[in-house]
Nanobody, 115 residues
Framework: QVQLVESGGGLVQAGGSLRLSCAASGRILSLNYMGWYRQAPGKQRELVAAITSGGSTNYADSVKGRFTISRDNAKNMVYLQMNNLKPEDTAVYYC?????????WGQGTQVTVSS
């Protein structure tokens, strides 16, 4: 049973920073893809950033230059460093793991950016 647990969300003022963490447990394969997605009220869930087990990354245009995704394969952790946060970054942030043709999602963590 694979489980993903996010942490690090909260309330921050515009221009501030937060670091999200996602801990994966269970049977984690060496080849996988992990990503951060977000969903704001009334909007569809969207990709924020993703990273492969080899370290290749991609970002949504809206967060390039402000957010950085990283991972620690030994600890089965993925992180999202968010700098210069904006009110439009307010959303529930979800961690996603894709491996062996299956998707796993965390429960989400709320990020609220006040203006």
């Amino acid at each position: 049973q694979v489980q993903l647990v996010e942490s690090g969300g909260g309330l921050v003022q515009a221009g501030g920073s937060l670091r999200l963490s996602c801990a994966a447990s269970g049977r984690i394969l060496s080849l996988n893809y992990m990503g951060w997605y977000r969903q704001a009220p009334g909007k569809q869930r969207e990709l924020v950033a993703a990273i492969t087990s080899g370290g290749s990354t991609n970002y949504a245009d809206s967060v390039k230059g402000r957010f950085t995704i990283s991972r620690d394969n030994a600890k089965n952790m993925v992180y999202l460093q968010m700098n210069n946060l904006k009110p439009e970054d307010t959303a529930v942030y979800y961690c996603r793991l894709n491996q062996g043709g299956r998707d796993y999602w965390g429960q989400g963590t709320q990020v609220t950016v006040s203006s």
